[in-house]
């Protein structure tokens, strides 16, 4: 038996709550993975796992022993990231996850960049607007709008999305032009909504001008939960989008969008890269969470000029 395949499989059943999940994100088969973690039972002649046909959970001694297996385990990572970092370039593999909007747009653009300077890393990217289970998927890093409240993750405030209203020229000239952000609420207009991924319900955003304040809402025909389709409903005429300028302003450039209440303010939206609380912020993914900082600093940067971390909460 390899120890250190044995406690890495280990840590990812337990991670993932199932034998199946854990083969996936290691590259093994469910076999190997039972048999390693078998085997670590055997020599530590303990139970460290509940097995039943639906789940599996870990048990107290289990629990205890998982908790020095994962700091084992990242310093092991640290140590090999700290050494292929002084040698010269980090290297290895980062499993990240991002909306859909920001990988197509800012990302993947710039990425070829990223390679030159960190030719050594390999990025496996997840890429939808859904939220990942950080911990239960084995995902090193996510990028997500809005504050982070989940207490085992940790945070690093990397831009703002300045947010803008905005329609397509079939949609004003079949509804009218409103004039004020109210006017939604009337029957001949539609929203196009987007559906919040923690509760399943339309997110609505609040528009400022000086002492008024308005909350942009309105009945809508089509609710989506991905970025890039809540683009398309807009474009076909839908509704009215609340986007991020950086989505909107190719289209306004062309004439496919345009901008609505432009003398109303709406709070930027913030983005964050969260990591697993114990987990350490090996140098790959702090050289990957750095890239990003500088690229979102193009495109939305932080009001105050900086980034800022944090502990979610």
């Given at each position: 038996?390899?120890?250190?395949?044995a406690l890495?499989?280990?840590?990812r059943?337990?991670?993932a709550g199932?034998?199946?999940?854990?083969?996936?994100?290691l590259?093994?088969?469910?076999?190997?993975?039972?048999q390693?973690?078998q085997?670590?039972?055997?020599?530590?002649?303990?139970?460290?796992?509940?097995?039943?046909?639906?789940?599996?959970?870990?048990t107290?001694?289990?629990?205890?022993?998982?908790q020095?297996?994962?700091r084992?385990?990242?310093?092991?990572?640290e140590?090999?990231?700290?050494?292929?970092?002084?040698l010269?370039?980090?290297?290895?593999?980062?499993r990240?996850?991002?909306?859909?909007?920001?990988?197509r747009l800012?990302?993947?653009?710039?990425?070829?960049?990223?390679?030159?300077?960190?030719?050594?890393?390999?990025?496996?990217?997840?890429v939808s607007?859904?939220?990942?289970?950080?911990?239960?998927?084995?995902?090193d890093?996510?990028?997500?709008?809005?504050?982070?409240?989940?207490?085992s993750?940790?945070?690093?405030?990397?831009?703002?999305?300045?947010?803008?209203?905005?329609?397509?020229?079939a949609?004003l000239?079949?509804?009218?032009?409103?004039?004020?952000p109210?006017e939604?609420?009337?029957?001949r207009?539609h929203?196009?909504?987007?559906?919040?991924?923690?509760?399943?319900?339309?997110?609505?955003?609040?528009?400022?001008r000086?002492?008024?304040?308005?909350?942009l809402?309105g009945?809508?025909?089509?609710?989506v939960?991905?970025g890039?389709?809540?683009?398309a409903?807009?474009l076909?005429g839908?509704g009215?989008?609340c986007?991020?300028?950086?989505?909107?302003?190719a289209?306004e450039?062309?004439g496919?969008?345009?901008?609505?209440f432009?003398?109303?303010?709406?709070?930027?939206?913030?983005?964050?890269?969260a990591?697993p609380?114990?987990?350490?912020?090996?140098?790959?993914l702090?050289?990957?969470?750095?890239?990003?900082?500088?690229?979102?600093?193009?495109?939305?940067?932080?009001?105050?000029?900086?980034?800022?971390?944090?502990?979610?909460?």
């Amino acid at each position: 038996m390899d120890r250190f395949d044995a406690l890495r499989a280990f840590a990812r059943v337990v991670e993932a709550g199932s034998f199946t999940k854990a083969a996936q994100t290691l590259h093994l088969s469910k076999t190997t993975v039972t048999q390693l973690v078998q085997q670590l039972e055997s020599r530590l002649r303990v139970r460290l796992l509940h097995r039943t046909t639906r789940r599996v959970a870990v048990t107290v001694e289990g629990a205890a022993y998982y908790q020095r297996v994962v700091r084992l385990l990242d310093d092991l990572d640290e140590a090999d990231s700290s050494v292929s970092s002084a040698l010269g370039s980090p290297k290895g593999r980062l499993r990240v996850d991002v909306p859909s909007p920001i990988a197509r747009l800012l990302l993947m653009p710039a990425l070829p960049a990223f390679h030159t300077r960190y030719p050594e890393i390999q990025i496996d990217m997840g890429v939808s607007d859904r939220r990942v289970d950080v911990i239960g998927d084995h995902v090193d890093c996510v990028l997500r709008g809005g504050e982070v409240s989940d207490l085992s993750l940790s945070a690093r405030r990397v831009g703002e999305l300045a947010l803008g209203v905005y329609a397509a020229p079939a949609y004003l000239a079949r509804a009218g032009h409103p004039d004020h952000p109210a006017e939604l609420q009337d029957p001949r207009h539609h929203i196009v909504g987007y559906l919040l991924a923690s509760s399943g319900t339309v997110a609505t955003q609040a528009m400022q001008r000086g002492p008024e304040r308005v909350d942009l809402q309105g009945r809508y025909v089509v609710a989506v939960d991905d970025g890039n389709a809540y683009l398309a409903a807009g474009l076909a005429g839908m509704g009215v989008l609340c986007l991020p300028t950086y989505m909107a302003d190719a289209h306004e450039r062309r004439g496919a969008l345009h901008r609505l209440f432009a003398d109303w303010q709406l709070a930027p939206m913030p983005v964050h890269a969260a990591w697993p609380q114990n987990r350490y912020l090996g140098a790959r993914l702090r050289v990957f969470i750095d890239w990003v900082a500088e690229l979102m600093a193009r495109h939305a940067p932080l009001a105050a000029g900086g980034v800022s971390d944090q502990s979610a909460r």
